[in-house]
T-cell receptor
Framework: AQSVTQLDSQVPVFEEAPVELRCNYS??????LFWYVQYPNQGLQLLLK??????LVKGINGFEAEFNKSQTSFHLRKPSVHISDTAEYFC????????FGAGTRLTVKP | EAGVAQSPRYKIIEKRQSVAFWCNPI?????LYWYQQILGQGPKLLIQ????????DSQLPKDRFSAERLKGVDSTLKIQPAKLEDSAVYLC??????????FGPGTRLLVL
């Protein structure tokens, strides 16, 4: 079965700084990869997804992620964060079903 | 387009009581999922429906949890009897292509 590891449980960063949230996965078959964001007391919102094709995927709110098959990674990046980006971010991998990582809490400080 | 609707948003019960959650997916989405999200963890799939049939319920604790989707549209998840460790957020999601999932706001359950 596939699994997902989010390498950082918390990432504090100052406003307008760049950020990278790291995600590694393991699977014996081809996968689809996703990043979701969860704001307090809300459900999950899709940021971006990799299904096939270009390994650099652009999503909403200025986020992007790069699929690296050799390193089995799918790290999420944003060149300049805003206070409103403060939230929980989940990486997920899908083969037969969807498996989520434990989440990374991004806190953007003024 | 209306999103995934869930109710209630919050529920507090005592252990050994029963509780039910309701989900109405996005119109036209054939696939419906129920997830359990324990505090500090990612969501864990409980059950997946394709129309009104169960595709995967391998992680559903069947001695106390049950779910149905009788007409292939809305769905109900029930817990009977509840345990303290069932305290979590229960998320419903739907999909039209079994790839991208759209999530509802969740029901936050506290078992005392």
């Amino acid at each position: 079965a596939q699994s997902v590891t989010q390498l950082d449980s918390q990432v504090p960063v100052f406003e307008e700084a760049p950020v990278e949230l790291r995600c590694n996965y393991s699977s014996s078959v081809s996968v689809y990869l996703f990043w979701y964001v969860q704001y307090p007391n809300q459900g999950l919102q899709l940021l971006l997804k990799y299904l096939s094709g270009s390994t650099l995927v652009k999503g909403i709110n200025g986020f992007e992620a790069e699929f690296n098959k050799s390193q089995t990674s799918f790290h999420l990046r944003k060149p300049s964060v805003h206070i409103s980006d403060t939230a929980e971010y989940f990486c997920a991998v899908m083969t037969r079903d969807m498996r989520f990582g434990a989440g990374t809490r991004l806190t953007v400080k003024p | 387009e209306a999103g995934v609707a869930q109710s209630p948003r919050y529920k507090i019960i005592e252990k050994r009581q029963s509780v039910a959650f309701w989900c109405n997916p996005i119109s036209g989405h054939a696939t419906l999922y129920w997830y359990q999200q324990i505090l500090g963890q990612g969501p864990k799939l409980l059950i997946q429906f394709q129309n009104n049939g169960v595709v995967d319920d391998s992680q559903l604790p069947k001695d106390r949890f049950s779910a149905e989707r009788l007409k292939g549209v809305d769905s109900t998840l029930k817990i009977q009897p509840a345990k303290l460790e069932d305290s979590a957020v229960y998320l419903c999601a739907s999909s039209y292509d079994r790839q991208t999932q759209y999530f509802g706001p969740g029901t936050r359950l506290l078992v005392l």
